[in-house]
């Protein structure tokens, strides 16, 4: 079987989307989203356009906004409007034919079907079909490698990446 599929694992603050953020520059065509950290806070960055959008929350924004705008994991708070962007995002780069999509990052709230569900159960589905074009590069915290593989149905053949992956680029 031929994947385009690529994990990019790597434990918390290991430099995963910085080193994604350098591989893309300004010369990859990519599709797809990273979250970089700006501030201490989260942002969401739309590869197409490489436009950056405000993600994360700070509690007192949070509190101010009603329960449906926000959604949080543990101690973090995220503006849902952010996440439908990405959701929306996801599904479109999957279609327009980059030669990468990235989707930074599939984490515990995907594992509960929030965040970036269902559209990226949808892309994934799409990039495991034979007829799918460009790589998919999903990042994945290490310790949910397993997990992910799980509930995506990966096969074994998908291969996991270090940052090293793409230092040789």
């Not at 503006?79 to 030669?99: G, H, I």
Request: with cysteine; net charge neutral.
């Amino acid at each position: 079987m031929t994947t385009s599929i690529l994990i990019l694992a790597g434990p918390v603050q290991s430099g995963k989307t910085t080193t994604l953020r350098k591989w893309i520059g300004a010369e990859k065509r990519a599709g797809g989203i990273l979250c970089p950290d700006h501030q201490g806070l989260r942002r969401l960055m739309t590869l197409k356009d490489r436009q950056v959008h405000s993600f994360q929350l700070r509690p007192e924004e949070a509190e101010n906004l009603p329960e449906n705008e926000v959604e949080s994991i543990g101690k973090f708070f995220f503006s849902s409007a952010m996440f439908e962007l990405a959701r929306k995002t996801l599904l479109e780069d999957a279609q327009a034919s980059f030669p990468w999509v990235i989707i930074d990052e599939v984490g515990k709230l995907e594992l509960a079907n929030k965040g970036l569900e269902p559209a990226l159960s949808q892309v994934i589905d799409w990039y495991l079909k034979p007829a799918s074009a460009g790589t998919l590069v999903l990042v994945v915290r290490d310790y949910l490698v397993a997990d992910v593989r799980r509930k995506y149905r990966l096969p074994p053949e998908i291969p996991e990446v270090g940052l090293s992956f793409f230092y040789s680029d």
